[in-house]
């Protein structure tokens, strides 16, 4: 890789190393996209959703920032890449839509309603919580339970419903989150409980949820 000398770094800002970090590294394959966005403040709608995720409950003090996943014994919930993805798919925003304040804002509050259905908690207030756990435990664990609930969420929208009566009708079905149940064979998860996270699994789940929700998928989900 080219390198900006130590130098030059130490006497940068915050910010401004992390921009020459995001700038050197915005195309290098060792470098997780997640940590890329993170640092490259040219990106305002990047920064804005940052900070969105920073304010969702749930998700405190677990996001990953640094890698481009959350595999194995990791302790965090979702790398920021994939919060991105979701959020956007959420707005309806493609990936170089501008995200306003008023989207960053949006979707922190839908993302905060929805964490109790998807039982995320926050390991400040419930410090033996275990990401691992979840894992294994629920399909909302794992990326593509982000985005099906961003996807559900866009189809309560798409079909004029008020989010709030139908996040209640969510979060009454929340033990169907159950990454084992038997309606997840053949959605996300095979005949021993793998995950399958492909586009056919995402809308198979969102459809799933439209439909123990009460809500109709609209044609844009396909």
Not at 31 to 51: C, F, M, T
Request: hydrophobic share 40%.
């Amino acid at each position: 890789h080219n390198t900006i000398p130590v130098v030059l770094f130490a006497n940068m800002d915050l910010q401004a190393r992390q921009q020459a970090f995001s700038d050197i590294n915005g195309t290098a394959k060792n470098v997780s996209a997640s940590l890329n966005a993170a640092y490259d403040h040219r990106d305002i709608s990047g920064q804005r959703l940052a900070r969105m995720a920073n304010q969702v409950s749930g998700w405190a003090m677990q996001i990953e920032w640094e890698k481009a996943s959350c595999a194995g014994k990791s302790e965090k919930i979702f790398p920021f890449k994939a919060i991105m993805d979701a959020s956007r798919l959420l707005l309806g925003k493609g990936k170089r839509d501008e995200i306003s304040e008023a989207d960053a804002d949006f979707a922190a509050e839908f993302w905060d309603k929805v964490s109790h259905a998807a039982g995320w908690r926050n390991r400040a207030l419930v410090p033996e919580h275990s990401c691992i756990e979840g894992r294994d435990s629920f399909i909302t664990y794992h990326v593509i339970g982000l985005k099906a609930l961003a996807l559900w969420g866009r189809q309560v929208i798409e079909d004029g419903q008020d989010l709030d009566p139908a996040i209640e009708r969510l979060t009454a079905q929340k033990k169907k989150m159950d990454r084992y149940a038997n309606h997840w064979q053949g959605k996300c998860t095979d005949d021993v409980g793998r995950m399958i996270s492909d586009k056919e699994a995402l809308i198979a789940v969102v459809k799933y949820l439209c439909l123990i929700t009460e809500v109709k998928p609209s044609t844009s989900l396909e």
